[in-house]
Nanobody, 123 residues
Framework: VQLQASGGGLVQAGGSLRLSCSASTLSFNRYFVGWFRQAPGKEREFVSGISWSGDATFYADSVKGRFTISRDTDKNTAYLLLSSLKPEDTAVYYC?????????????????WGQGTLVTVSS
């Protein structure tokens, strides 16, 4: 499975962006998808995740109520809508796919990774 993350950019605080994660294979639809981010000098952290069916979603406390994860199985794509952005949301955002039972916020439990897309939020 090859993942391609896109949609990052420069936005002012309070603005919005939609990130996309497209997959190269139809089997992507059976994977749990997670979004992670890594700010300069910090460790990679879990942001959000969605089950293969889309029925279950998970968020880090820091983004709950501001970010929304979704997926379109017809398009083999997952999305992360970032709203009410803050300067502290500035990071490289990565999508990842997990081929296993259940969800995880641990990056080591994900099998496939996209290349990352940079989100910069100005104050």
């Amino acid at each position: 499975v090859q993942l391609q993350a896109s949609g990052g950019g420069l936005v002012q605080a309070g603005g919005s962006l939609r990130l996309s994660c497209s997959a190269s294979t139809l089997s992507f639809n059976r994977y749990f998808v997670g979004w992670f981010r890594q700010a300069p000098g910090k460790e990679r952290e879990f942001v959000s995740g969605i089950s293969w069916s889309g029925d279950a979603t998970f968020y880090a406390d820091s983004v709950k109520g501001r970010f929304t994860i979704s997926r379109d199985t017809d398009k083999n794509t997952a999305y992360l809508l970032l709203s009410s952005l803050k300067p502290e949301d500035t990071a490289v955002y990565y999508c990842a796919a997990r081929d296993g039972i259940g969800w995880s916020r641990q990056s080591r439990n994900y099998d496939y990774w996209g290349q990352g897309t940079l989100v910069t939020v100005s104050s």
